[in-house]
């Protein structure tokens, strides 16, 4: 097909974009968008669109039927898909996000019905720049992610794009970015996993993962590409099996983040902060152990590092606050096997020659306040090592962080039976409230929502030229502050994840002022806000989809206003048919 030819096809438009036959439209509104006896001719409420999505959700037997029909409601109506999620954001979250993507993730190749995202092969290669001129929209942020580690289930190939869908979903749900404004992004560089190359509905290209240099140099060109198509992109990575050469070569380059390492780091510190205000402890007396020394574990420990630092530890004594566990015992210097280089920073070498396998015999050795997992492995906080923290501590904090919530160290009803409703407890996974001792207890959430969105909208608003550590730490410390006066008194860790917007607001501000104080800002005129300013112009640039229908209902206000001044013939038959139009809607009604 010849350029000119290609030029002649329709505009390109992802169903994504979508919401131009919600039956809350008005009559006029319909007309502008030429949708009018598209839909029938009821004009809902709001409430009644929920009421008749939430009755459609509930007769969804299992979550990946809730997770499809989800999907489907924001291809068609994107709109009323987000304003479902602002109200029950609690509740849907789970369904698109973790754990329900994890399986969605799995049998992605078998439930794919429509394009979500784009997908750019290692067989792209040179041509990568081109293929992005494919997407129709502006993009002011991507998630993109090549498969090789989703959630605690491993290379899932192309599978993986569900992480970047459902993690862009909560960009717009919690932070307001514009759902047109964001890229999921999927990398094809092979796959190591057999059942899905040998699996006939398995859409990736069937060859091994490619090697690390190839994979860098399609890395290069792909950021290369990005930032030439849309110069102010945020990229965030996503599920790399080995996060740190890619965060290590770009994050200096271009406006990248890992939320694996420095996305989980940071909402484990923000509740990590109130948990040691709560324990009682003065930080200098924390020990941790980390059950867990991959990629997520070590970017956790190296923030926790940086908040103990700034409560007045040198960085040697903060780094000795923490023993890691992997899959062969401790991790020592001493210990025979080579080190991962990640691992080493915590690596020990006080421990006299002797070898900790067990996490039982670390505890009795390490006697710590602090018991982190981010093994993937579940149930391995088991009733004995929980109540050996319950024995040592009056508040042990107990943070089982690993997804899915199968993949849970432990769950918050064990934690809580076994130190005796006692234990500070954040989870990677939703849990659900317990009553114990007479009260109603409801477990931390150490869910990487409350602050990605803050770090994305935050970079997008400032125009960051880099992600710096600061605006990471930053993500953390405001929201620790983020709590009203109630979820302190109920000793909770995090904020009540029904106030996720306003959250995001705190958060946000925080990275633009770690932005503007570390000088990788381009939007000057920040500057000269003071906090409630600022804040005020973040509201006003987040996206509500409560919001969409009146700005329709403005342009054809105006529409209609410029007609009025039109000559005689051109306003009569304007208002006229405009006027029968909306009687003849209403007398339906």
Same mark, same amino acid.
């Given at each position: 097909?010849?350029q000119?030819?290609?030029?002649?096809?329709p505009?390109?438009h992802?169903?994504t974009?979508?919401g131009?036959?919600c039956?809350?439209?008005?009559?006029e509104v319909?007309?502008y968008?030429?949708?009018?006896?598209?839909?029938p001719p009821?004009i809902e409420?709001?409430?009644?669109?929920?009421?008749?999505?939430?009755?459609?959700?509930?007769?969804?037997?299992t979550p990946i039927e809730?997770?499809?029909? #989800?999907t489907?409601?924001?291809?068609?109506?994107?709109?009323l898909?987000y304003?479902l999620?602002a109200?029950?954001?609690?509740?849907?979250?789970?369904?698109i996000y973790?754990p329900t993507?994890?399986?969605?993730? =799995?049998?992605w190749?078998?439930i794919?019905?429509?394009?979500?995202g @784009?997908?750019?092969?290692?067989?792209?290669?040179? %041509?990568?720049r081109q293929?992005l001129?494919?997407?129709?929209?502006?993009?002011e942020?991507?998630v993109?992610t090549d498969?090789?580690?989703i959630?605690?289930?491993?290379d899932l190939?192309v599978n993986?794009?569900?992480?970047?869908?459902?993690k862009?979903?909560?960009?717009?749900a919690?932070?307001?970015?514009r759902?047109?404004?964001t890229?999921?992004l999927t990398?094809?560089l092979?796959?190591?996993?057999?059942?899905l190359?040998?699996d006939?509905?398995?859409?990736?290209?069937?060859?091994?993962?490619?090697?690390?240099?190839?994979?860098?140099?399609?890395l290069?060109?792909?950021?290369?590409a #990005?930032?030439?198509?849309?110069?102010?992109?945020?990229?965030q990575f996503?599920?790399f099996?080995?996060?740190f050469?890619a965060?290590e070569?770009?994050q200096n380059?271009y406006?990248?983040?890992?939320?694996d390492?420095?996305?989980t780091?940071?909402?484990? =510190?923000?509740?990590?902060? %109130?948990?040691?205000?709560?324990s009682?402890?003065p930080?200098?007396? !924390?020990?941790?152990?980390?059950?867990?020394?991959?990629?997520a574990?070590?970017?956790?420990a190296?923030?926790?590092?940086e908040?103990?630092?700034?409560?007045g530890?040198?960085e040697?004594?903060?780094?000795?606050?923490?023993?890691?566990?992997?899959? %062969?015992?401790?991790?020592?210097?001493?210990?025979? +096997?080579? @080190?991962?280089e !990640?691992?080493?920073?915590?690596?020990?070498?006080?421990?006299?020659?002797?070898?900790?396998?067990?996490?039982?015999?670390?505890?009795?050795?390490?006697?710590?306040?602090?018991?982190? *997992?981010?093994?993937?492995i579940?149930?391995?906080?088991?009733?004995?090592?929980?109540?050996?923290?319950?024995?040592?501590?009056?508040?042990?904090?107990?943070?089982?962080?690993?997804?899915?919530?199968s993949?849970s160290e432990c769950t918050f009803e064990?934690?809580v039976?076994?130190?005796?409703?006692?234990?500070?407890?954040?989870?990677g996974?939703?849990?659900?409230s @317990?009553?114990?001792?007479?009260?109603l207890l409801?477990p931390g959430q *150490?869910?990487?929502?409350y602050v990605?969105p803050?770090?994305?909208?935050?970079a997008?608003?400032?125009?960051?030229?880099?992600?710096?550590q600061d605006?990471i730490?930053?993500?953390?410390?405001?929201l620790?502050?983020?709590l009203?006066k109630?979820e =302190?008194?109920?000793?909770?860790?995090?904020?009540?994840?029904?106030?996720?917007?306003e =959250?995001?607001?705190?958060?946000?501000?925080?990275v633009?002022?770690?932005?503007?104080?570390?000088?990788?800002?381009r939007?000057?005129?920040l500057r000269?806000?003071?906090?409630?300013?600022l804040d005020?112009?973040?509201?006003?640039r987040?996206?509500?989809p409560?919001?969409?229908?009146e700005?329709?209902? +403005?342009s054809?206000?105006?529409?209609?206003a410029?007609?009025?001044?039109m000559n005689g !013939?051109?306003n009569g038959?304007?208002?006229? !048919?405009?006027?029968?139009y909306a009687?003849?809607?209403?007398?339906?009604?």
């Amino acid at each position: 097909m010849s350029q000119s030819q290609a030029s002649d096809l329709p505009p390109r438009h992802l169903s994504t974009t979508s919401g131009d036959y919600c039956t809350s439209n008005p009559p006029e509104v319909r007309r502008y968008l030429k949708t009018y006896g598209l839909t029938p001719p009821a004009i809902e409420s709001f409430e009644v669109q929920t009421q008749r999505c939430l009755k459609l959700l509930a007769m969804k037997p299992t979550p990946i039927e809730k997770y499809q029909y #989800l999907t489907h409601l924001r291809a068609t109506n994107v709109h009323l898909f987000y304003r479902l999620l602002a109200e029950n954001v609690k509740e849907l979250t789970p369904l698109i996000y973790t754990p329900t993507v994890g399986e969605a993730c =799995v049998r992605w190749s078998e439930i794919f019905t429509q394009p979500e995202g @784009l997908y750019l092969s290692y067989h792209d290669r040179g %041509n990568l720049r081109q293929i992005l001129d494919n997407w129709p929209h502006k993009v002011e942020i991507t998630v993109l992610t090549d498969g090789s580690r989703i959630l605690g289930l491993g290379d899932l190939g192309v599978n993986g794009m569900g992480i970047p869908v459902g993690k862009l979903a909560l960009y717009t749900a919690c932070a307001g970015i514009r759902p047109d404004a964001t890229l999921p992004l999927t990398l094809d560089l092979g796959t190591n996993n057999k059942a899905l190359i040998e699996d006939p509905l398995y859409m990736g290209s069937r060859m091994p993962k490619v090697s690390a240099e190839q994979e860098r140099e399609f890395l290069d060109e792909l950021m290369a590409a #990005l930032t030439d198509k849309w110069p102010e992109i945020v990229i965030q990575f996503e599920d790399f099996k080995n996060p740190f050469p890619a965060l290590e070569r770009y994050q200096n380059t271009y406006t990248m983040f890992n939320d694996d390492v420095q996305g989980t780091g940071a909402v484990i =510190v923000g509740g990590f902060i %109130n948990a040691v205000k709560a324990s009682g402890v003065p930080a200098k007396d !924390h020990r941790a152990i980390f059950l867990g020394a991959g990629s997520a574990g070590v970017g956790v420990a190296k923030q926790i590092v940086e908040f103990f630092m700034k409560e007045g530890l040198t960085e040697e004594e903060a780094r000795r606050k923490f023993w890691f566990v992997d899959s %062969n015992g401790l991790v020592t210097l001493d210990r025979g +096997d080579k @080190l991962a280089e !990640h691992k080493v920073y915590f690596a020990r070498d006080d421990n006299n020659g002797r070898q900790y396998q067990s996490l039982s015999r670390l505890i009795d050795f390490v006697r710590p306040t602090i018991l982190m *997992g981010l093994s993937t492995i579940g149930g391995a906080f088991t009733r004995e090592i929980l109540q050996k923290m319950a024995q040592l501590n009056d508040k042990p904090i107990i943070f089982p962080l690993s997804n899915p919530s199968s993949k849970s160290e432990c769950t918050f009803e064990e934690a809580v039976r076994n130190t005796e409703g006692r234990c500070l407890f954040a989870s990677g996974s939703p849990f659900p409230s @317990l009553e114990y001792g007479g009260k109603l207890l409801t477990p931390g959430q *150490g869910n990487n929502m409350y602050v990605f969105p803050g770090i994305g909208l935050g970079a997008i608003l400032s125009k960051a030229v880099s992600v710096t550590q600061d605006m990471i730490y930053a993500s953390a410390e405001y929201l620790s502050t983020s709590l009203n006066k109630q979820e =302190v008194a109920d000793g909770w860790l995090y904020p009540d994840i029904r106030r996720i917007r306003e =959250v995001s607001v705190v958060v946000t501000r925080g990275v633009i002022r770690a932005a503007q104080q570390n000088g990788v800002d381009r939007a000057l005129e920040l500057r000269t806000l003071n906090d409630e300013q600022l804040d005020a112009f973040i509201k006003s640039r987040m996206y509500d989809p409560f919001n969409e229908k009146e700005s329709i209902g +403005d342009s054809v206000a105006q529409l209609m206003a410029t007609a009025s001044g039109m000559n005689g !013939h051109a306003n009569g038959y304007t208002n006229g !048919h405009t006027n029968g139009y909306a009687n003849g809607a209403s007398a339906h009604l």
